[in-house]
């Protein structure tokens, strides 16, 4: 029984005494992305060309209301095949629509594409300089403060954001 408790006491220790010697520290990412212009340029082209894009579907999608609208106006004047043309068409419109969402919006979509185009070489400068300034400064572990990781709370000593920030020429 004591020496069990001995071994558990010496575990305790070396447990201790291991996790003293990890460095880690902490940044923030959203602080360095509104900190760096290119990124807040990226994202506001990003922006404008959704919105472009959420029109042209929002047209194309009104246009398919509005033909169902004027269909179910004058579908008691309208022979069957009419009525089937008509039906045709505004399927047509409303699959055209979908489409276009899917083509611009959907998981591979040239929103996607256009994001990981314009924001992966600023990601990757930014991944570089922390892994530069954890080298440098002997970190085993840097976590993002502004990530759902459950953190509570870190001590501004170990936020390394701004010596990042420096690192990627913007001095804050």
Known sequence: M?????????CAICGLTSAYAQKFALVD?????????????ANEQLSQVSKKWQ?????????????????????VFLSAE????RQDAIME???SASDLKRKYFGPEGELFKKRTALMSPIQDEIYN????VSEQRGYQLILD???DTGII??????DISDEVLRKLGYSY
């Open 129 to 132: 300089a922390i892994k530069d």
């Open 145 to 147: 403060r502004a990530s």
């Open 29 to 41: 990412m959203d602080y360095i992305f509104k900190n760096i212009p290119a990124y807040e340029r």
């Open 82 to 85: 009419q009525k089937k043309a």
């Open 93 to 95: 419109k409303e699959k």
């Open 153 to 158: 709370f870190g001590s501004p000593k170990i």
């Open 2 to 10: 004591i020496r069990k408790a001995i071994i558990c006491l010496i």
């Open 55 to 75: 029109a042209e579907i929002d047209a194309l999608t009104t246009e398919a209301q509005n033909m169902y609208k004027n269909y179910q106006n004058e579908v």
